[in-house]
């Protein structure tokens, strides 16, 4: 019996990495350029949109340089649409 305990602890222990690397299902983004469709450009939007008044600016636009695309560069505000539009550009045909 103590043997057994002691295995399913040591397997416990051997797994715990792996479980801790499982995000939240929808939360997942990609950095800018390496978006597959639409959906991806439109959840890093809304990922950056911190307060979803539809426009990046101010602090949002310096937290969230890894998923703008760069060539709308990091001053001003960005719209949603100017973003997706630059989004979208880099995206694989057929995304």
């Known amino acids: 019996m103590r043997k057994l305990m002691v295995a399913t602890v040591l397997l416990t222990l051997c797994m715990s990495p792996a479980f ?4 939240t299902p929808g939360n997942e983004t990609k950095p800018t350029g390496e ?3 639409q959906a991806e450009c439109i959840a ?4 950056a ?5 539809g426009v990046l600016s101010g602090d ?6 890894a998923v703008i695309p760069t060539d709308l560069g990091l001053s001003g ?6 973003f997706l539009d630059a989004c979208m550009a880099v ?5």
């Open 49 to 53: 949109d911190r307060n979803g008044d």
């Open 60 to 65: 949002e636009l310096a937290s969230a340089r």
């Open 44 to 47: 890093n939007f809304r990922l």
């Open 77 to 82: 505000p960005i719209g949603f649409q100017e």
């Open 91 to 95: 995206v694989p045909r057929g995304g």
């Open 35 to 37: 978006e597959d469709n």
């Open 20 to 23: 801790a690397q499982i995000g």
